[in-house]
């Protein structure tokens, strides 16, 4: 479920862009190509002037302990708790003109203002290939604020070169295998075995 959220957020910018200007890839392999495009050289892109990419995963710890069953007719199926994540994306502008850079980069935090709540009622992404079987989801995002320590730690691990960016936190993305770890009955009723006297 990864892949699938970023890929909806990509088409959701690009929507609201009106044109294919965000591509899904690693940032550290992108070098600008000169004359005022955008990425893709060293990442096999294709040369979009913002680069949506993944920079960190968490687990949301406060729902960890949650228990995981589905009782069907007078079976319980347990399963492992859901793997709650919290995904930290970084949108890098990486259109060598630097007021077009900054251009594309209000626009992104203008649509994030615009909409923070992602479900599929409110969504539109193209069902093809690796999003057929994309199902009900809910994830949030907010603006995140690195510490000025923090953002450069980020650029030096991704490659030193830093492009105009601003990280976005998505909350509470589930993720679940179809595995039933084990099985039980329900229980009906209870006979404490006592007899009146």
């Known amino acids: 479920m ?29 070098e600008a190509e000169p004359g005022g495009g955008g990425g893709g050289g060293g990442g096999g892109g294709d040369s979009s002037d913002v680069v949506l990419s993944l920079i960190n995963l968490q687990e949301e710890f406060t ?15 347990y399963r492992n708790p859901k793997v709650n994540l919290n995904l930290y994306i970084l949108f ?48 949030i995002t907010d603006l995140y604020t690195p510490t000025f320590e923090e953002l450069n730690f980020i650029w030096g691990t991704l490659g030193g070169k830093q492009y105009p960016s601003v990280i976005y936190k998505v909350t509470l993305l589930e993720i679940e295998r179809d ?15 006592l007899k009146n006297k």
């Open 92 to 139: 890098s502008s990486t259109n060598t003109l630097y007021e077009e850079a900054l251009k594309n980069l209000t626009k992104v935090v203008e649509f994030f203002q615009g909409k923070k709540v992602f479900t599929q009622d409110n969504t539109n992404f193209e069902r093809v290939d690796d999003m057929v079987n994309v199902g009900d989801f809910r994830f």
């Open 63 to 77: 729902l960890k302990n949650i228990p995981n069953h589905y009782i069907n007719n007078t079976e319980v199926n």
């Open 2 to 30: 990864i892949f699938e959220t970023l890929q909806v957020i990509k088409e959701e910018v690009n929507s609201y862009f009106g044109g294919s200007i965000v591509s899904l890839e690693n940032i550290a392999a992108i």
């Open 179 to 193: 595995v039933v770890s084990n099985r039980g009955t329900v229980v009906s009723g209870l006979n404490s075995g």
